[in-house]
Structure formats: structure tokens, C-alpha cells
């Protein structure tokens, strides 16, 4: 004789069978082992029952459930099975795929790492500074007087609180300074800002790669052994380096830098591409102000400091005609870069 416990496990299983949806199994679920399923209903009758009978009945209740159980997940994933399969079917994996865009660096970018390459192996440390300064770093720091052109509202960007954008990279020069005693060798690079007149060579934002190098006995030689040696790993090795004398407030003697080679678009002409020179005692002297200490004794202590211009290096190097390419953001100019 079947015991009902049987009986509903087989009316369970035959339902599970012949469902046709997911909602069909959850129905069968519920009625047969859910809280007050009359499956689940017979743990509460295994109180009334003899205690002889209870071990067999709990047993074939255990083995029902989890029948039924089994049979439930199943069904389950067959349901599953068919709807991906379903899903499959609609789509046609012979069509070609939709090609994702990859992306490349910006040609400025390009001439940063580039120069940041030459100047890690000749032992230069990376160092930065933010783009909005103060005076003091962009100007009294730097020697620069309060009546020098560069301070002049028409050629800088002065925010209302008096801090500005700065106009050059050499800020770095005292931010490294201050924060570091000699002797210290670093490049920073980034951007720069001047209310120049926008043309094919001039932006008013602009990028620069400056470069200080504080040690004992550092001399002229130095920065125009160094200079060189940079500018031909860059430009190759027949590029001609030409230094003329110039001004800086920071610097003195000053000298601006020149290259030419046959290699280079232009051919026989100079093209400027950096300031530098022999730091300023007066440098020094402002940065032990700020430090509090003497640590930068222009006594003991020389330097050279340099600012390559980076839109210019990457125009000559990548053959760039006008600098307003570089923000203008058009993919068929960037692509070429890729
Ligand atoms: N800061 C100068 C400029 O922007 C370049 C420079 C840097 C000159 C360091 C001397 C030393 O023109």
C-alpha cells in the first residue's frame, strides 16, 4: 500500500513535469513544500504520531522532500536552459562585430614622456608644481621686480584674489627649493599661461619642461654639455645647439638655446627652443628666506636652470605647422599620432 506521503510525491513530481513556465513551478512549489505545503504539513503531524512509526514516517518525509526538491530544480534549469538558447537563436553570430575606439596619447604627451626618457638617464628626478600660484613663486622668488613687464595685468591672467596662472614653469624651481636641501637635479613639466595674441606659434596657454640642477661647482659647461645632450638624443645626433646671450631676472649670465638639422623641417634655420642660465644668488637668498635656514648658500652652492618650450620641441619633432593643433581637439590631426 502507498502511504499518502508517497501519493503526494507523486502528484508533486507529476505537476513539476508538466509545467509549462516558471510561474507554474512556483504554484507547485507552494502547494506541495512551501510553509503550509501538504508536504510541509506532515512535520507537524510527526507529533501525533506512535514513536515507533515516527523514525520510519520522518524518514520517507526527508526522502519526499527531497525529491521533490531535486525535481523542482531541474525543471528549473531547464526553463533556463531553453530561454538562453531562445535568446541565442536571435542573434546572427556570422555578422561582423561592432569595433571598439582605442584611443592614443596627444603628441604633448608624447614629447613629455619623450623627454622625461632623457633626462630619468642623465639622473634627473620628475617634480611638479600647480598651475595657479602666487606672486612669490612665479615672481619675487625669481627675482623678478615689482615694475617687470611680466607682472603687467595685460600680460598675465591674475585671479581676483591676486594669485595667477602661472606664466612659466621655473615656480618648480622654487617650490623643489624649498622643499629640498642640495644638491638636487629635477624636470618638471606642464602648463604655462600669457595673454599673448594667438597665432600659428603663440597660445595663451602654452607647456614648458624646466630643469635645475644645484650641486657644488656646477658651472656653465655643465648646462651646455647637458643641454646639448638632451637636444641631440632628441633630435638626432647631427642637430647643431647654438647658445646666445640673453636676459632673465632669475638667471645671469642668461642665454637662450637654438637648434638646427638638416633632419628638421626648416633645414638651415635656428629655431629657439629654451631659456636657461646660471642661477641667481638672489634665488638662493629668497629660497633661504622662505626656508628659514641657509641651506641654499650661494657660497658654496651654483646651479643651472633651463625652460624648454614642449608645444615648440613637439612641433619640430612631429612636424607640427601651428600650435593651435594641439587643443583643438580634431581627431583626424590627433589620429595621426596614434
Ligand atoms: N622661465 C623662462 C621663460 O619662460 C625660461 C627660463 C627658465 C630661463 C629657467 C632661465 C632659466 O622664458
Redesign the pocket.
Known amino acids: 500500500m502507498t502511504h499518502p506521503l508517497e501519493q503526494l510525491r507523486d502528484d508533486a513530481l507529476r505537476e513539476i513535469g508538466s509545467a509549462t513556465d516558471e510561474h507554474a513551478l512556483e504554484a507547485a512549489r507552494i502547494k506541495y513544500i512551501g510553509k503550509s505545503g501538504s508536504i510541509s504539513a506532515w512535520g507537524e503531524r510527526m507529533k501525533t504520531l506512535d514513536k515507533t512509526e515516527r523514525p520510519v514516517i520522518g524518514k520517507l518525509l526527508n526522502e519526499v522532500r527531497n525529491a521533490v526538491t531535486a525535481a523542482l530544480e531541474t525543471r528549473s534549469a531547464q526553463f533556463r536552459i531553453e530561454k538562453e538558447s531562445g535568446a541565442l537563436a536571435r542573434i546572427d553570430i556570422s555578422l561582423p562585430g561592432t569595433p571598439g575606439e582605442i584611443g592614443s596619447l596627444h603628441p604633448l604627451y608624447q614629447m613629455h614622456e619623450r623627454a622625461i626618457q632623457i633626462f630619468r638617464r642623465m639622473g634627473f628626478a620628475l617634480a611638479e608644481g600647480p598651475d595657479v600660484e602666487t606672486e612669490w613663486y612665479c615672481f619675487d622668488a625669481l627675482n623678478t621686480p615689482p615694475d617687470h613687464p611680466a607682472r603687467n595685468e595685460q600680460d598675465t591672467f591674475y585671479l581676483p584674489d591676486g594669485r595667477l596662472l602661472r606664466?612659466?614653469?621655473?615656480t618648480v624651481?622654487i617650490r623643489a627649493m624649498e622643499s629640498a636641501s642640495p644638491p638636487i637635479r629635477m624636470i618638471a613639466s606642464g602648463a604655462?599661461y600669457r595673454r599673448d595674441e594667438v597665432d600659428a606659434t603663440h597660445s595663451a596657454q602654452f607647456h614648458?619642461i624646466?630643469?635645475l640642477y644645484v650641486d657644488e661647482n656646477v658651472g656653465i659647461a655643465d648646462l651646455k654639455g647637458e643641454l646639448e645632450f638632451f637636444l641631440r638624443e632628441l633630435f638626432g645626433s647631427e642637430t647643431e645647439v647654438q647658445f646666445r646671450p640673453h636676459y632673465?631676472p632669475?638667471?645671469e649670465p642668461?642665454l637662450e638655446v637654438y637648434v638646427r638639422s638638416k633632419a628638421l623641417k626648416g633645414g638651415e634655420q635656428w629655431i629657439e627652443v629654451?631659456?636657461?642660465?646660471m642661477v641667481h644668488p638672489a634665488v638662493f637668498e629668497a629660497v633661504n628666506k622662505s626656508r628659514g635656514d641657509n641651506a641654499y648658500d650661494p657660497e658654496k652652492w651654483s646651479g643651472y636652470?633651463?625652460?624648454l618650450g614642449m608645444d615648440r620641441l613637439a612641433m619640430i619633432l612631429f612636424d607640427i605647422p601651428d600650435i593651435r593643433l594641439f587643443a583643438q581637439n580634431d581627431l583626424r590631426f590627433l589620429r595621426q599620432f596614434a
Open positions: 606664466t612659466h614653469t621655473s624651481q604655462a614648458q624646466e630643469g632673465f632669475f638667471t642668461s629654451a631659456g636657461c642660465g636652470a633651463f625652460g
